[in-house]
């Protein structure tokens, strides 16, 4: 069933913001007060139908917010599916909310790393949150989440462990191709070779790293967001040991994006 945003029938009910991240792999549904504190999300799989998914997203996020649709004063939805989203006003950039939400969380002068699903993002914010520009990788499928799913499948591993395998490794196998199709094809040569899979799977992620870190240079503050992000944080920490430097995380990474809109969310309604 598809959730209408009425008019809030209660002027006394506080309202609340909404922001809408529909990716092609996971729907973030994020919920803000007043005050932008995160007060209700949902993270789910985009699945087919990404009316649906936003429509459910929105009805668990709600419930953790203690709200219901009608104390709804604004609603963004950006991401892949953005325009799927029946209860958003407005829609906007996943780079637009992506910078906004880091930015919120750490307001100076940052590069944001965002590694999604199916795409890699780097954002260059400046001190006052101004983008000063943006690179993109979105025509290939190394460097993102769909890789380490493709190459958890391959080494018949639960993509959750892959965390923990890499953290264990003790020789890195370090992989020269970038491409999925031919990574897979070495991951399978190093396996009859007789390599730690532990080892094998930090190759993956120090590949992963190194596709992003050849996208553009960073700043001397370097925020790293996405669901990739968000449940392999050892990744984190090879990014940091790379560039010679501390990463910081936002709280929940890979709710940035929906963060982002739903700060846009609350401009757009105090204007209403």
Avoid at 10 to 39: C, M, Q, Y
Avoid at 228 to 235: C, K, S, Y
Wanted: hydrophobic share 40%.
């Amino acid at each position: 069933m598809t959730t209408k945003t009425k008019a809030r029938a209660n002027p006394e009910r506080a309202p609340l913001f909404v922001g809408v991240d529909v990716g092609s792999s996971r729907t973030k549904v994020a919920v803000l007060d007043a005050r932008k504190n995160l007060i209700g999300y949902d993270i789910r799989k985009s699945g087919t139908d990404f009316t649906a998914t936003a429509d459910a997203g929105l009805e668990a996020s709600l419930t953790m917010a203690g709200g219901d649709p009608q104390d709804i004063a604004y609603a963004v939805s950006t991401g892949y599916g953005r325009k799927n989203v029946a209860y958003s006003k407005e829609t906007k950039t996943e780079i637009g909310c992506h910078a906004k939400g880091c930015y919120h969380y750490f307001p100076e002068a940052i590069t944001i790393i965002d590694i999604g699903g199916q795409d890699n993002k780097i954002i260059k914010l400046d001190e006052a949150g101004r983008r000063l520009g943006f690179k993109m990788n979105r025509k290939c499928a190394a460097g993102t989440g769909a890789f380490l799913e493709e190459m958890s499948a391959r080494l018949d591993i639960p993509l959750e462990e892959m965390d923990g395998l890499a953290r264990n490794s003790r020789e890195m196998v370090k992989l020269g191709s970038f491409c999925t199709v031919f990574s897979a094809t070495e991951v399978l040569e190093n396996i009859r070779g007789g390599k730690r899979i532990e080892d094998i799977v930090k190759g993956l992620f120090f590949s992963v790293i190194k596709r992003v870190l050849e996208m553009d240079s960073l700043s001397e503050k370097v925020v790293m967001t996405g669901g990739v992000v968000a449940h392999n944080p050892f990744l984190v920490e090879m990014t940091a040991f790379q560039i010679g430097r501390s990463v910081l995380v936002p709280r929940h990474p890979q709710l940035t994006g929906a963060v982002g809109a739903a700060l846009y969310a609350l401009d757009l309604g105090q204007e209403v």
